[in-house]
Every structure is written in structure tokens, then in C-alpha cells.
């Protein structure tokens, strides 16, 4: 029985460029959730989707930041024009429908040169 | 506004003994605790949650005590293990919103 799977697990993008970091939750969870992690920082909420849905964006980014769970594949968390800033580890984590314990992946580390 | 804080980044104990760990919140509308823990380079595992119904959880060495009129919960360790040296992050969420907020995380380490 597979944990959240999440790819790359390491990412390094130049300023400007674009990164895809993608997350495929536990079997039968349909719930799944973007957290960033800064250096010495705690987990910021990020996202939240159902399959084809956003239930709750209010820890994205205004501009360059985008999420998505299609109805098949992995949910995807999108940054356009990357800057140093975004350098950071981003995990995903998913939970069953009836509870609203969160299993994580092991996270993609993103770095800007 | 952080609306789950740890106030201690790092705690050192001996091993057997206790590790308590501290976490305060702010939001009353908070119902659902949870405590993780996270090794390096490791996503966070949950370790044991307690609903705002009840006081105390238990599970093994690990009891989480959640105190409602000060808005204060704790992890309890006993005894301490070198194996418990990781961050261990409080979080929090409410019936209405599943998204759970996190604490900034206290970095415990074990001393053999």
C-alpha cells in the first residue's frame, strides 16, 4: 500500500524558469493538500483540491502559483517565473474522505539558482 | 498572524527521561489536534491527535494533554528515546476547514 508519492524529489530551476511538482495521494484518499516548508520554518498551508475542485486557496501565492488535481493523474502545484524565493521544500499531503488526519509525501525540494 | 504557536525551537533530554513539549493556540474555533514528527529530509508522521471533546489521549509512551480554557496543548514523551530526536510540529484545524495549521516546530533531541 503505497504513502502519497511525490516527484521530483529534488528540483533545481534558474530564475525565470518553470517547475511542476507533482503528488499522487494514498489509495482512496481524494483529499489533497500543498504545504511549502522555507528553511527553518514551519509548514504553511498552501492548497487544498478534491478531484477537479479547489476547496481552499487561501495560502497560495496572488500570481505565479497554480494547483490542480485532474480527475486522473496526480495533483500538480505549478510556479511560473520562479524566483529565489521560492526555493523551499514543498510537500503533499492527502487524507481520507471521513477524517482529517493528513499522511505526507516526502516532500520535492525546490532550489533557484 | 500565527495562530498555532511553539514557543520553544529546541528541547534536550536525557534519555529515560520525560520530553514535554509546548504548543498554544490562538483560534477558538479550533476543534482537532494533531502532533507530527519529522526527520530530516523526511515528510512529517503523524504521531497522535486529540479532539477538542476530551483532555487527554494516550498511545504507548506518547500522551497529548489539550487544556481548552488556556488554549494550550502538550505532547508528553516517557521515557525519551534517542530514536525520538526529530522536529515535532503541533498542528491544529476546525470542523469547517480540513486544512490543518502548523506550528513552527521544536527540535527535540535525545541525549543518550
Known amino acids: 500500500n503505497a504513502g502519497v508519492m511525490q516527484n521530483p524529489r529534488h528540483l533545481v530551476r534558474r530564475r525565470g524558469q518553470e517547475a511542476r511538482l507533482r503528488c499522487s495521494p494514498m489509495?482512496?484518499?481524494?483529499?489533497v493538500y500543498w504545504y511549502r516548508q522555507l528553511p527553518e520554518e514551519g509548514l504553511k498551508f498552501m492548497v487544498y483540491?478534491?478531484?477537479?475542485?479547489?476547496?481552499?486557496e487561501s495560502g497560495m501565492p496572488k500570481e505565479r502559483f497554480s494547483a490542480e488535481f485532474p480527475k486522473e493523474g496526480p495533483s500538480i502545484l505549478r510556479i511560473q517565473q520562479v524566483v529565489r524565493g521560492d526555493s523551499a521544500a514543498y510537500f503533499c499531503?492527502?487524507?481520507?474522505?471521513?477524517?482529517?488526519?493528513?499522511?505526507f509525501g516526502e516532500g520535492s525540494r525546490l532550489t533557484v539558482l | 498572524d500565527q495562530q498555532v504557536k511553539q514557543n520553544s525551537p529546541s528541547l534536550s533530554v536525557q534519555e529515560g527521561r520525560i520530553s514535554i513539549l509546548n504548543c498554544d493556540y490562538t483560534?477558538?474555533?479550533?476543534?482537532?489536534f494533531l502532533w507530527y514528527k519529522k526527520y530530516p529530509a523526511e515528510g512529517p508522521t503523524f504521531l497522535i491527535s486529540?479532539?477538542?471533546?476530551?483532555d487527554k489521549n494516550e498511545d504507548g509512551r506518547f500522551t497529548v494533554f489539550l487544556n481548552k480554557s488556556a488554549k494550550h496543548l502538550s505532547l508528553h514523551i516517557v521515557p525519551s528515546q534517542p530514536g525520538d530526536s526529530a522536529v515535532y510540529f503541533c498542528?491544529?484545524?476546525?470542523?469547517?476547514?480540513?486544512?490543518?495549521?502548523f506550528g513552527s516546530g521544536t527540535r527535540l533531541q535525545v541525549q543518550p
Open positions: 499531503a492527502s487524507s481520507p474522505p471521513e477524517t482529517g488526519e493528513l499522511f
Open positions: 483560534n477558538s474555533m479550533f476543534d482537532y
Open positions: 483540491l478534491q478531484k477537479e475542485n479547489i476547496i481552499d
Open positions: 489509495k482512496g484518499h481524494s483529499h
Open positions: 486529540i479532539s477538542s471533546i476530551k
Open positions: 498542528a491544529a484545524s476546525d470542523t469547517g476547514r480540513r486544512a490543518l495549521t
